[in-house]
C-alpha cells in the first residue's frame, strides 16, 4: 500500500491534547509521522485545508442486525453505514437471532464482519443465556472468543440476583456488563415519554422513573459487587444524578448517552411519529440539558449511537406496534455539530466523547487516537458544510429517523480505516497515486 499525506488539516486528538494545523502520514497501514513539513517521499496526498482530521469515531453501542434480521442491516450495509458516519470501530449488541450468547455465535460475526465488513467490528455476548433473563451466560469463554461487554440490551437484566452475579463474574474478564435500564414493570404497554405530549396524542406514557429505579438498582449491585457497571443509553436527568452521586462514592460506573437523547425532546414525535420511537423514550428540554452538562462534566463518559435500524414494515403502523429505534450512525456528526456551534459542547469534547473516552472504556490505547504507531483510524470532516438529510441515500437499510428533511451543518468527508479510505463523500476526488481530497467549505 502507498503511503498517504493528509496535509494542512486542522489536526484534533483529544487523547493527545493535540489541537493544531499540520500534516499526518500514514504508511503501512499505521499513523507514521505528524508535523509541519512533510518528509520526503513517494505518496498520495489529500488535501485537508479547512477540515478537521481528527481519530476515526469509536461506538459503544449498535445493533448490525445479522444473523436474523438481514431485512433490517447486516453487517455489510451497518459497517457502509457506520464509515459515512465516520465511524472506524463499532461494537455490535448481541440480540440477534439466534443471540450471541456462545463463543461458536462470537466466532461467526467475527468472520463475518472480516469478510464483508469495511471497519472494525468489535462483538457484544449476552449477559444470560437466550437473552432470557434466567441463567448466565459462560462468559469467561464468551470473553475469550474476543467480546467487549456483556449486555441483554434491548431489555433490560429483571432479575436483580442475576444482574449481581453478572457484575461479579464481570470483575474476572474485566469486561463492563451494559445494561438497558428500564424497569418493565413500569414501561408496559407505553409508547412514548409520559407527559403533556403524550396525553396530547393519546398515547401510553413511560416515566422517567422507569429509568432511574433500574439504573439507582445496578449501581448499588456494582458498589456491593465492584464490577464494572456501563449505562446504556441514559436519558433522563435523575439517571445523571444518580450516576453523579455513584462516581462521587468511587462505584465502578460509566455512562453513555445517544445523539437523540441530547437534541430531540418528545416533541419529536408530534412531527415524525413512529420515526422518533426509540427505547427508552425522547425526553424533556431539561433531560436534554442536564446530559449535556453530564457529558461536559464527565458523569456521562461517552456518546454512543444506539444505530437500531428497522425494515419500513416495522415503522409504518400503529404506534403502539411500531418497533422502537431509529438509523443513526449517518446523522451523528452533523446532528451534534449543531450544539457545538450553540457554545453547548466544546468541539474537542465533543470528538473525544467519539473517539478517546470510548477507546478508554475499551482499554484499547491503539484505538481513538492518532498516536504514532496506531492504526491509521482517521475521519476527516467538514466542520461547516450543510446538507439535507435525506433517508433515501443512507447507505443503512434502515431508513428511520426523526431527522429526515432536517438542514444539518457538518459532514463527515471521508473515513480511513487501517490506512484505507473506506468512505469519501461524492464532492472529493481521491486517486490512487495523484489524489485530491479537498472541502468545498
Ligand atoms: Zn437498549
Redesign the pocket.
Known amino acids: 500500500m502507498k503511503s498517504l499525506l493528509i496535509k494542512d488539516g486542522r489536526i484534533i486528538d483529544p487523547g493527545q491534547g493535540i489541537d493544531e494545523i499540520g500534516n499526518l502520514l500514514i504508511s503501512e497501514g499505521k499513523i507514521s509521522w505528524r508535523g509541519r513539513t512533510p518528509p520526503e517521499g513517494d505518496y498520495d496526498v489529500i488535501h485537508a485545508e479547512g477540515l478537521v482530521v481528527c481519530p476515526g469515531f469509536v461506538d459503544l453501542h449498535c445493533h448490525l442486525r445479522q444473523p436474523g434480521f438481514e431485512e433490517k442491516e447486516t453487517i455489510a450495509t451497518g459497517t457502509q453505514a457506520a464509515a459515512k458516519g465516520g465511524f472506524t470501530t463499532i461494537c455490535a449488541m448481541p440480540n440477534t437471532s439466534p443471540p450471541l450468547d456462545n463463543r461458536a455465535t462470537i466466532e461467526h460475526i467475527k468472520a463475518v464482519a472480516a469478510e464483508e465488513g469495511v471497519v472494525r467490528v468489535l462483538p457484544i455476548g449476552c449477559v444470560s443465556k437466550g437473552r432470557k433473563g434466567e441463567e448466565l451466560a459462560e462468559m469467561g469463554d464468551l470473553a475469550s472468543a474476543g467480546v467487549i461487554g456483556y449486555s441483554d440490551?434491548?431489555s433490560p437484566v429483571r432479575n436483580a440476583r442475576l444482574m449481581r452475579q453478572a457484575l461479579e463474574r464481570s470483575r474476572g474478564t474485566g469486561l463492563p456488563v451494559i445494561d438497558?435500564c428500564e424497569d418493565l414493570s413500569l414501561i408496559e404497554g407505553g409508547q412514548m415519554n409520559e407527559g403533556a405530549v403524550a396525553t396530547k396524542l393519546g398515547l401510553t406514557g413511560i416515566p422517567a422513573a422507569a429509568e432511574e429505579i433500574t439504573v439507582a438498582r445496578d449501581l448499588i449491585l456494582a458498589k456491593l459487587t465492584g464490577g464494572h457497571l456501563h449505562i446504556?443509553?441514559v436519558s433522563a436527568e435523575g439517571s445523571v444524578e444518580l450516576i453523579r452521586r455513584a462516581k462521587e462514592k468511587g462505584v465502578k460506573v460509566t455512562a453513555e448517552v445517544t445523539p437523540h437523547h441530547l437534541i430531540l425532546t418528545e416533541e419529536a414525535v408530534i412531527d415524525h411519529g413512529t420515526n422518533a420511537k426509540v427505547?427508552p423514550p425522547l425526553r424533556t428540554k431539561r433531560d436534554n440539558q442536564a446530559l449535556i452538562k453530564g457529558l461536559k462534566e464527565n458523569v456521562i463518559d461517552i456518546i454512543a449511537t444506539?444505530h437500531a435500524p428497522h425494515a419500513e414494515s416495522d415503522k409504518k403502523c400503529d404506534f403502539a406496534l411500531a418497533a422502537s429505534g431509529i438509523s443513526v450512525f449517518e446523522t451523528v456528526l452533523g446532528s451534534l455539530m449543531r450544539l457545538v456551534r450553540n457554545g453547548q459542547l466544546p468541539l474537542n469534547t465533543l470528538i473525544a466523547k467519539l473517539t478517546s473516552e470510548p477507546a478508554r472504556i475499551l482499554k484499547d490505547d491503539k484505538l481513538g487516537t492518532l498516536k504514532i504507531g496506531a492504526p491509521a483510524d482517521i475521519t476527516i470532516f467538514d466542520p461547516g458544510k450543510e446538507w439535507v438529510v435525506d433517508p433515501e441515500t443512507f447507505v443503512s437499510k434502515g431508513k428511520n429517523t426523526p431527522l429526515a428533511g432536517a438542514v444539518l451543518k457538518g459532514k463527515v468527508m471521508a473515513t480511513i480505516y487501517g490506512g484505507k479510505p473506506v468512505y469519501k463523500d461524492e464532492a472529493i476526488k481521491l486517486e490512487a497515486g495523484e489524489h485530491i481530497l479537498k472541502g468545498e467549505s
Open positions: 440490551d434491548g438497558h446504556a443509553h427505547s444506539d
